[in-house]
């Protein structure tokens, strides 16, 4: 009797594991906090307020997305808050979700939501990737981002920022 069961449960888990999957970017608002229906490691959703603070490895790693942004887009927005992250738990070491605020201050605008995908990786010392940083809104199709390479080497290949440029730019606070 147990055998017939299990064999059932085992075919239709396999027929379920044979369907399309739903596409999952990580930044859902919702997610189950136990393994999904698809077997996959379940993802936490947190979110940040006054009264429940963002982790500060977190708040870390959205000022490193939004760095990759303002590097990639020649861009200087000012990091403002977490408004929240997902992560797949239980693993140490994960991959973060987080969607966060921050605001140009050229333009006086109001702040903009960007979401930013970084993910750690340990082997024999830390490493973090930051796969996504992008603005919510913008074009997907920019995601695939081509830098043109300067022709090797460059004449000027150690070239050394002047103090302007180091204070225009907040690179050396990360």
Same mark, same amino acid.
């Given at each position: ?9 085992? #075919? ?7 369907? #399309? ?35 500060? !490895? ?8 939004l760095?990759?942004?303002n590097?990639?887009?020649?861009? /200087?927005?000012k990091?403002?808050?977490?408004e929240?992250y /997902?992560?797949?738990?239980? !693993? ?30 340990v ?6 990737s930051?796969?996504? #940083?992008?603005?919510?809104g ?7 981002y081509?830098? #043109?390479?300067?022709?090797w080497?460059?004449? /000027?290949?150690?070239?050394m ?7 225009r ?6």
């Amino acid at each position: 009797m147990a055998t017939r069961e299990m064999q059932r449960e085992m #075919a239709t888990r396999d027929k379920l594991f044979k369907l #399309a999957r739903p596409k999952f970017d990580g930044f859902a608002d919702r997610q189950s906090s136990h393994e999904s229906f698809w077997g996959d490691p379940a993802m936490a959703v947190e979110i940040c307020s006054d009264r429940r603070p963002c982790r500060a !490895l977190v708040t870390l790693y959205a000022e490193i997305g939004l760095h990759r942004y303002n590097l990639l887009h020649r861009t /200087n927005f000012k990091f403002l808050r977490v408004e929240k992250y /997902n992560y797949f738990i239980p !693993l140490p070491i994960t991959t973060y979700f987080i969607t966060f605020l921050a605001i140009d201050p050229a333009a006086s605008s109001h702040p903009q939501t960007f979401q930013t995908k970084v993910g750690e990786y340990v082997k024999t010392t830390f490493a973090l990737s930051v796969y996504i #940083a992008r603005r919510l809104g913008d074009d997907l199709e920019e995601q695939t981002y081509q830098l #043109a390479l300067p022709k090797w080497p460059p004449e /000027n290949q150690f070239y050394m920022p002047d103090a302007s440029e180091l204070q225009r730019y907040d690179l050396q606070l990360l």
